[in-house]
């Protein structure tokens, strides 16, 4: 018999599948032990082995006569064996051409007479040998063969259930692997599976839905009973509903309900279940999984919360701005009539004419009060210029509780402590009345049945800092709820009454100026909240060298505005001074390029509809830029936010006061200009 070549990728295929038993370097198998020792004694031979063939060596998984853990590969009988894929008989290795020169038969031990029998997978790789060797020459008969070739498929036996036994050890512990990310990702999102099963009507849970119920474990498994008395009493109905239409007829279900846990706390969940059958198709269980999602749907009502208070508040800016148009001239041609009534009725007016003066004060008191109104709506306004300005808390305190008066009126005994002097800071008129409006009605929600709710609320001074201060007599905070009480989302309302976001704001605002949110309380006795700003510092500007006109003398003034009544306005307000109105932007723009310094003072509308205050000032010359200010309803793009920011005091609000025209306009003439403003 010819010796049969080795094919390198069938060999290596062949290896493949020795390397997936894992035999190689394995502790001593007694199986195999016993296997040799009856395959030497039945034979009456010496040596017994079987060999495992690797790539680059033969390794013994078990031998009797030899003491030898491996040989090479090359020139081995076993090489031979695993190549050709059949029994190999050999009667005199001495005589065999193949052989004869093989160092074990020159050598120790002498091999003479072998049989050796592929240990062949079930996928036909021989992966090693069953092998009989002789010292001396040897006649095989055919039940020697018959009889190895037996014990050897009985090894491969053996093999294949030592690697089933390895694969399922392995199956088991990726399961249990598998189990515990199941479990953790089940708990980290806080869903729990259970299984009902039809014939023996049991339930089973899994530990996350404990959890999620608060059930103690060492209760056991609820029955079904139990487990729907967990649901909200409206929605038990319709929990059962589902799970009877599930059994009956096989639909899955997907219900939103509500939870009552053991520890007497609503939750919301989504459940969700299907059938399992059988062969025959009945239904013989329903499983599925149950979520609670009350974070996910708190958070989902916050959103729409906010959302809605955005859309609330670009309404509001685009009221405010409407409104204060017409405000404008309104207030305006108010003041005019008054000063022009009491020149004409003199020291000495009579009854009647006190009347119509009385009327005309109650006009402008009228006005006045939308006024204030409207500066509350910019206040909550999402869109709108922030300024940082001399600010008095008096006025922010004022205007907070006027905005949320129904709410202390009908809830609580109020008052509020003003100092005659001012208490200035500067801020953002508006975020401080926001803060303030949060801390007043979280006052008037903390009401105690045991006793009357008060709040009384204070400004003052203390040493460089300015204190606004509300103190309620409520129920008060237990101290882990006062720990959490900035945190954002932390609310103790109801779901639909609290965002659980107005004191985290408050306290970036609060803190965004410099300045502390300090709370306070105890329990059953009332809370405390203290908002400390940096006093506002009044530089002494030095005194500028004399460069206009003195004040006094007629100045020469350009209003700019797109509402005619407005410019109108505020042309009489200006009276002496010599007016000119131009209600087209794109005009009013041609006139100042060509004669940039024919104005001591540009009064310019910030919102327009053909060009805006912000691109007329940036496309006129250096010297007409130096007398511009201007007047806002409102600003309603970043981009105006930014540039009013940037302006200062050469922005006034509008409705404007005729005063603080009539001084712009000194100013003007005083300086040549009205950029050089100091916000002080």
């Not at 999602?293 to 859309?311: D, G, I, S």
């Not at 803060?435 to 609320?457: E, F, G, K, T």
């Amino acid at each position: 018999m010819s010796s049969r070549r080795r094919d390198p990728r069938r060999d290596q295929d062949r290896v493949e599948a020795l390397r997936s038993y894992d035999l190689l370097d394995q502790p001593g198998d007694h199986v195999l032990d016993g296997v040799v020792r009856v395959v030497a004694r039945v034979l009456e031979v010496p040596i017994v082995l079987i060999s495992l063939v690797d790539d680059e060596r033969v390794w013994m998984a078990a031998s009797v006569g030899v003491d030898v853990a491996e040989l090479p590969r090359e020139g081995s009988f076993c090489e031979q064996v695993v190549t050709q894929g059949t029994p190999l008989c050999i009667r005199h290795a001495g005589e065999d051409p193949r052989f004869h020169e093989n160092p074990l038969v020159v050598g120790p031990p002498g091999v003479q007479g072998y049989l050796g029998v592929p240990l062949l997978t079930p996928g036909g790789h021989a992966i090693g040998t069953l092998c009989a060797v002789d010292t001396v020459p040897r006649v095989h008969r055919d039940h020697d063969v018959a009889l190895v070739e037996a014990l050897a498929q009985q090894v491969m036996d053996h093999f294949e259930v030592r690697r089933q036994r390895r694969e399922l050890v392995r199956a088991r512990e990726a399961l249990a692997v598998a189990e515990q990310q199941r479990a953790m990702a089940e708990s980290a999102a806080r869903i729990g599976h259970w299984r009902f099963d039809l014939a023996t009507e049991t339930l089973t849970w899994s530990p996350v839905l404990f959890e999620l119920h608060q059930r103690d474990p060492a209760r056991g498994m609820p029955t079904v009973q139990e487990a729907v008395s967990y649901y909200h009493p409206e929605d038990r109905q319709r929990v059962s509903d589902s799970v009877n239409a599930t059994i009956e007829g096989g639909e899955p279900y997907r219900i939103r309900c509500r939870l009552i846990r053991d520890d007497g706390v609503e939750r919301e969940v989504w459940s969700t279940g299907q059938a399992a059958r059988d062969a025959e198709g009945e239904v013989v269980s329903v499983f599925g999984v149950f979520q609670d999602l009350t974070e996910a749907y708190q958070m989902e009502r916050r959103m729409q919360h906010t959302e809605r208070l955005a859309a609330v508040g670009t309404l509001a800016a685009s009221i405010a701005h409407e409104v204060n148009n017409p405000l404008s001239y309104v207030l305006l041609n108010t003041e005019a009539v008054q000063a022009e009534l009491a020149a004409r009725y003199g020291d000495a007016p009579s009854e009647r004419e006190l009347e119509v003066l009385g009327l005309v004060a109650e006009v402008r008191g009228g006005v006045e009060r939308i006024e204030r109104i409207v500066a509350g709506l910019k206040g909550f306004s999402r869109s709108r210029e922030h300024q940082v300005l001399p600010v008095d808390l008096r006025g922010v305190l004022t205007t907070a509780a006027r905005l949320v008066h129904n709410d202390l009126r009908h809830r609580a005994r109020w008052t509020a402590e003003l100092p005659e002097g001012p208490v200035m800071v500067d801020a953002d008129e508006g975020q401080l009345v926001q803060v303030v409006v949060n801390l007043l009605l979280n006052a008037a929600q903390a009401a105690s049945p045991r006793r009357p709710l008060a709040i009384q609320a204070c400004t003052s001074l203390r040493g460089d800092q300015a204190i606004l201060r509300v103190r309620d007599t409520g129920r008060g905070m237990q101290p882990e709820v006062l720990q959490s009480a900035t945190s954002p989302f932390y609310t103790t309302r109801a779901s639909a009454d609290g965002t659980g976001l107005g004191l985290y704001v408050a306290q970036r605002i609060v803190e965004a100026h410099g300045g502390v949110l300090e709370i306070t309380s105890d329990l059953a006795q009332g809370t405390t909240v203290e908002m400390r700003l940096p006093v506002h510092r009044v530089a002494t500007p030095p005194q500028p060298a004399q460069r206009g006109r003195p004040p006094g003398l007629p100045g020469r003034v350009l209003i700019i505005d797109d509402q005619p009544l407005v410019g109108r306005a505020l042309a009489r307000a200006l009276e002496p001074h010599e007016v000119e109105v131009i209600d087209d932007p794109l005009q009013a723009r041609r006139r100042l390029v060509e004669t940039p310094e024919a104005f001591d003072l540009v009064l310019c509308d910030l919102m327009m509809p053909r060009m805006s205050g912000v691109e007329l000032y940036a496309e006129v010359p250096i010297e007409a830029q130096r007398r511009m200010a201007f007047l806002t309803g409102g600003a309603f793009t970043p981009e105006a936010e930014a540039f009013v920011g940037s302006m200062g005091p050469r922005v006034l609000p509008k409705p404007p006061r005729r005063a603080q025209l009539l001084e712009l306009v000194d100013i003007a003439l005083t300086e040549g200009r009205v950029d050089g403003l100091s916000p002080s």
